[in-house]
Structures are given as structure tokens and as C-alpha cells.
Nanobody, 125 residues
Framework: QVQLVESGGGLVQAGGSLRLSCAAS????????VGWFRQAPGKEREFVAA????????YYRDSVKGRFTISRDNAKNTVYLQMNSLKPEDTAVYYC??????????????????WGQGTQVTVDS
């Protein structure tokens, strides 16, 4: 069955870096777009970054542009989110998700049809 498993979260000091991994099984990650979302306590889930199915286009929310980089390794069936210059406001549970092929929108969580369980990222000031 389709499964996405996030890893790489943890506690880091402000200004530090983490790399999140999203290991996919049950489908070929290179044939789909993949997105990262996050949800902080008491807040709605929000879009962070996405990569299109051909890997040619990436999208980022404004607050992470220049700090986060999404990439994919099709040979490992894995998508990554490299997070640099982390800030306390980046603290959240981070989720990866598989994009639905029947929409061109990458920013809404309703555009994704499979989700991982999430990994906690905590940035200490």
C-alpha cells in the first residue's frame, strides 16, 4: 500500500540545520509531485514546499525561501527537505504528502492524497 515515512526531525538551536527525509513505498515517487506541510500547536496546517512530478519546478512559502530546499532522489524513492537558518517560528510537526495527479495546485493540502505520520521539528531560541 501507499506509505510515506518522515524522519530527521529533532531539537535544534536557532540558526541550525536539519534535513528531513520522506521515504515512499507503494508508489514511484518520481511519478508524482511531493509536498511538505507543517502544523504548529494551535495553528492550521500550512504549505512549506513542493516539487513537481518531473522535478523541474519547486515551490516554497515566502517565509522559508532562501532557507529551505526541497529535493528528490528517485533511486532511493525519497524526497528531502533541507532546512537551514532555522528559526523558532519553524517549530512544528512536518508532514510530507503525495500530490494528486488531477490538480495543478500545489499549495493546498486538499491537492494531496497520501500523507505521512509527521516528524517533530523544534527550534530553540
Amino acid at each position: 500500500q501507499v506509505q510515506l515515512v518522515e524522519s530527521g526531525g529533532g531539537l535544534v538551536q536557532a540558526g541550525g540545520s536539519l534535513r528531513l527525509s520522506c521515504a515512499a513505498s507503494g508508489f514511484i515517487v518520481g511519478a508524482y509531485g511531493v509536498g511538505w506541510f507543517r502544523q504548529a500547536p494551535g495553528k492550521e496546517r500550512e504549505f512549506v514546499a513542493a516539487v513537481t512530478l518531473n522535478g523541474g519546478t519547486t515551490y516554497y512559502r515566502d517565509s522559508v525561501k532562501g532557507r529551505f530546499t526541497i529535493s528528490r532522489d528517485n533511486a532511493k524513492n525519497t524526497v528531502y527537505l533541507q532546512m537551514n537558518s532555522l528559526k523558532p517560528e519553524d517549530t512544528a510537526v512536518y508532514y510530507c504528502a503525495r500530490h494528486s495527479l488531477d490538480t495543478s495546485t500545489y499549495f493546498r493540502d486538499s491537492s494531496y492524497n497520501a500523507w505521512g505520520q509527521g516528524t517533530q521539528v523544534t527550534v530553540d531560541s
